[in-house]
């Protein structure tokens, strides 16, 4: 676990165990836990961190989470196309127990499959669900089957070590496989080998702006196209542009990226690694941007391989940009949502060091940029300027609804080098021994009771 450790004026990291320690699975299981976790890669990753604490609740066994196929990406590489399956197995074995597959129950010298009953939790589902809906049908059953599994459990829950354990999962067990890593890892050396490079989160893509209700910047033939991916997706509601974009509902244009960062004080030697999909309306958005920051890189730019080819699709080419973006001096997301792509990055980049970041407050930006576009520019940079200091640079800061937790795990998962709780102290450094040995011992103990 990475710790921070506060000083007098400074502050740095030691990588040691978790942060806490708690006791190792129950050696008995209440039966088995399935989960299908839907969405795109970030909403999947917090589904999988929901679902070993709903293990971990239930003191059941988790059977390796299911990644929808036909979720977003339409990927059906799966958790093992991912993720490192047999890292994420250890790094969680003092936490819960995971199985690849059901195993066949013996009995009377027989095998028999075990069906897993299908229950629908509630969206944020309580623990209280989980101790008393879910666990009734998993002891009839022997196993359930949770589907679909985003946003399933609540995410404020007043039991700091369980919140510890989202962020083990989150930050420690869900490591990329190892050619996502390796690309990764060649896509930072290459920009690093010029600098430090900031990364943006472009969000202005199809899906994105169809949710919004954010039409009249475009063509009458656009406009068709996201209102019918609007109806098609999403719940009918009364969108009106000006009323959405006065208290910031809207994306921000490329070009308002790029006066913002001018705002700053970036200039156009500044080099940036942009992680977006396909921008809607296409260059006509990215020329302005273009214009102000020419040394714009992408993943397909930067390591222009074969190997990129056959191993940046889908899930995995968001995979590699999270890896860049998560490593970048800093990092910049244009319009933050529940468990997406860019809550997820904050969080991780908080959690490894409080790593800058720059959040532009779109609701307070409105109205400036309304003036600008009817011609009032006077002050246009200061005014930018004024909004942005009071913004959030990546530091630590009090959670507030609606923030997740997954973007802002501050206080739960850093523990202190002098709290008088013994719950929020650092771990000794030799943790993992600590911990083994307990293992160990419970085996030993299971051993002798059944001689």
Not at 36 to 43: A, I, K, S, T, V
Not at 112 to 119: D, E, L, N
Not at 169 to 196: C, E, T, W
Request: hydrophobic share 35%; charged share 25%.
């Amino acid at each position: 676990m990475l710790i921070l450790v506060v000083g007098s004026h400074r502050r740095h990291l030691e990588l040691i165990g978790p942060v806490s320690i708690c006791s190792s699975p129950p050696t008995e299981t209440n039966g088995y836990l399935r989960v299908r976790c839907n969405g795109g890669l970030n909403q999947q990753r917090s589904a999988i961190s929901n679902a070993v604490l709903a293990a971990r609740i239930m003191n059941a066994t988790l059977v390796l989470p299911e990644l929808d196929a036909n979720s977003f990406w339409h990927d059906d590489s799966g958790f093992y196309g991912i993720y490192d399956v047999e890292h994420f197995i250890k790094t969680l074995r003092y936490d819960v127990k995971i199985v690849e597959i059901i195993p066949e129950n013996q009995k009377n010298g027989k095998k028999k499959k075990i069906k897993a009953f299908p229950m629908r939790p509630p969206r944020d589902a309580p623990i209280s669900w989980y101790t008393t809906d879910a666990l009734k049908k998993m002891k009839e059953h022997g196993a359930i089957y949770l589907t679909p599994f985003s946003h399933r459990l609540a995410e404020e829950i007043d039991n700091p070590e369980y919140q510890r354990l989202r962020c083990r999962v989150n930050y420690h067990a869900l490591r990329f496989k190892p050619h996502i890593m390796k690309l990764s890892q060649s896509i930072v050396d290459k920009l690093r080998a010029q600098g430090p490079y900031m990364s943006i989160h472009l969000r202005f893509e199809m899906d994105m702006l169809a949710f919004a209700g954010c039409f009249d910047i475009f063509t009458p033939k656009e406009q068709k196209i996201l209102k019918k991916y609007r109806e098609e997706n999403f719940a009918p509601k009364r969108l009106v542009y000006n009323e959405r974009r006065a208290i910031g509902k809207c994306p921000l244009t490329p070009e308002e990226v790029g006066l913002i960062l001018r705002a700053l004080g970036f200039d156009n030697s500044t080099r940036i690694y942009l992680a977006a999909g396909d921008l809607f309306g296409g260059e006509r958005f990215m020329n302005p941007f273009r214009s102000l920051f020419p040394r714009l890189e992408n993943h397909s730019s930067v390591e222009n391989s074969e190997e990129l080819a056959q191993n940046a699709r889908g899930l995995a080419g968001s995979a590699v940009d999270y890896m860049v973006c998560l490593l970048s001096d800093i990092f910049m997301p244009t319009y933050d949502g529940p468990s997406n792509f860019a809550n997820n990055l904050l969080g991780h980049r908080l959690y490894y060091g409080f790593r800058t970041t720059i959040r532009p407050d779109r609701k307070a930006l409105a109205p400036i940029f309304i003036d600008r576009e009817n011609g009032r520019t006077a002050g246009f940079e200061e005014a930018i300027r004024k909004v942005m200091l009071t913004t959030n640079f990546g530091e630590p800061h009090k959670r507030i609804s609606p923030e997740s937790f997954y973007t802002n795990s501050w206080p739960e998962c850093f523990c202190q080098t002098a709290a008088k709780n013994p719950a929020d102290r650092c771990p000794p450094n030799d943790i993992l021994n600590i911990l083994d040995n307990g293992l160990q011992k419970e085996a030993t103990e299971q051993t002798n009771s059944t001689i």
